[in-house]
Each structure stands twice: as C-alpha cells, then as structure tokens.
C-alpha cells in the first residue's frame, strides 16, 4: 500500500514523474559502463592484476575529487541541470573509455567519469529532499532505487550476451551517446525548473 502511495505522489510531481522515467532508461544505459568495462579491459590491454588495481583506483580517486569539490562548493543553483549536465558527462566519458587507444588515456577517462558520479547523487537526492513532503521521502527514494536497482540486471540480460558477439567498445560508444542524448532530453523536459 505506502509502495502504491509512493509511486501515485512522484507521479503526480512533474519533476518527480520525469526524474523516475530518466533514471529507468539512464540506468540501462549505464549498465555496460558499469559490467563491461573489466571484460572489455581484459580482452584489450591485458588480465594482468594490476590493470584492474589501477581501473578501480582511477574510478576511486575521479570520485573522491568530485565530492570534496561538492563539499567545498555547497550547493547547486538547479539540480535538475546538474543531474542532465552529469548525465551527459556520463555518456561522453563512457564512450570516450570504448576510443581509448593505451590504458593510460583509459584511466584518464575512467577518472573523469568517477569525477562526474557524485554530482549526480548529491543533485538527484537534494533535488527529491526539496520537493518531496518529509512523510514521502522514504517511498520516493525507494522507488528510485528499485527501478535503478532492476533496470541494471534486465539490461545484462541483453548486454551480455551481446558482449559475446560485439565488440564492448562499439557498445560503449553507442550507449555512451545514447546516455548523452538522455541527458540533453531531461535538460528540455526541465527547462524552467527551479529548486524550491
């Protein structure tokens, strides 16, 4: 009943209804980036240890930046414009990870995208903090999380077995660009939003 509760009130709020239908196709999106990418290092630099070490700590470290420059900036004037400029920072990076011609430009790449991801969890979660009533915030983020959450492993269920057969590059670039498009999509859906 209160999941029910849940779904009807962001499907009521505009901003809410939009933000959960960017978050089911973003997240499908996002999926090889996510599960590919350790394939797609194997298969093109090497199954070497360290090569992993150094994907996840690059990842680690863009991400670390990215929230202390939050933490020193504050806030944002329009979260919903980060959350889009992020998405496309998303979609870039990931495509420009399936072009890396060494593994040093592919670190570098991997950093921007850590870079971008704190941007887009503080914007996404002070943007429902604002506009959801204090009784509701529970449901709303949990409904985000269970859309997020089953998106991902639906999307493997096509993304895997396409892996076998395509090259994960080529499917970095195409869902990097699509990724991108996302982002410029939800930036007109919400033109005119201001945090309240």
């Given at each position: 009943k209160q999941m029910k509760q849940g779904i009807a009130y962001a499907w009521r709020e505009p901003i809410l209804?939009?933000?959960?239908?960017?978050?089911?196709?973003?997240?499908?999106?996002?999926?090889?980036a996510a599960f590919l990418t350790p394939f797609m290092l194997e298969r093109k630099f090497g199954n070497d240890v360290w090569l992993l070490t150094l994907h996840e700590i690059f990842?680690?470290?863009?991400?670390?930046?990215?929230?202390?420059?939050?933490?020193?900036?504050?806030?944002?004037?329009?979260?919903?414009?980060?959350?889009?400029?992020a998405l496309v920072g998303f979609g870039l990076t990931f495509a420009l990870l399936g072009v890396a011609s060494s593994f040093r430009v592919y670190l570098a790449f991997m950093a921007l995208a850590g870079l971008?991801?704190?941007?887009?969890?503080?914007?996404?979660?002070?943007l429902i903090q604002k506009r959801v009533e204090p009784n509701m915030l529970g449901?709303?983020?949990?409904?985000?999380?269970?859309?997020?959450?089953?998106?991902?492993?639906?999307?493997?269920?096509?993304?895997g077995p396409l892996a076998a057969v395509v090259r994960i590059e080529h499917i970095l670039i195409v869902t990097g660009f699509l990724l991108a498009l996302v982002g410029f999509a939800f930036a007109y859906a919400t033109r005119g939003y201001r945090d309240k």
């Open positions: 209804r939009k933000l959960v239908v960017c978050y089911g196709v973003a997240f499908i999106l996002l999926t090889p990842w680690t470290s863009g991400t670390l930046l990215g929230g202390a420059y939050i933490a020193w900036k504050g806030s944002f004037r329009n979260n919903a414009r980060v959350i889009a400029l971008v991801l704190p941007f887009f969890t503080t914007a996404e979660t002070v449901r709303v983020f949990s409904l985000l999380q269970i859309t997020s959450f089953s998106a991902m492993p639906l999307a493997m269920l096509f993304f």
